[in-house]
């Protein structure tokens, strides 16, 4: 691990940066310490997310539609019987 001031990383940041590939570099700014840590850009990529066990469980978007459209229909008789009719506020 090399320690480095503002300054030297100022004058030099691409010395610096590809330092940083090897080893670990530690900027000092007053008390404070900076590292900097390589990463390649293929570990900053998100995973790709594949199906679970769950998967097969999944609704359509169709087959969730009529389930919320009966729900409401429920609530809807419950609170008002057959008759049709707006609901109060939604008018």
Do not use: W
């Amino acid at each position: 691990m090399r320690t480095i001031s503002t300054r030297e990383f100022t004058a030099n940041p691409d010395r610096y940066f590809d330092m940083a590939r090897e080893q670990g570099v530690c900027i000092q700014k007053g008390s404070e310490m900076f590292h900097l840590l390589y990463a390649p850009a293929a570990d900053l990529q998100p995973p790709l997310l594949e199906p679970d066990d769950d998967f097969h469980r999944a609704l359509t978007a169709e087959e969730f539609r009529k389930s919320v459209v009966e729900v409401v229909e429920k609530v809807h008789r419950k609170f008002y019987g057959d008759e049709r009719k707006v609901c109060p506020g939604n008018t």
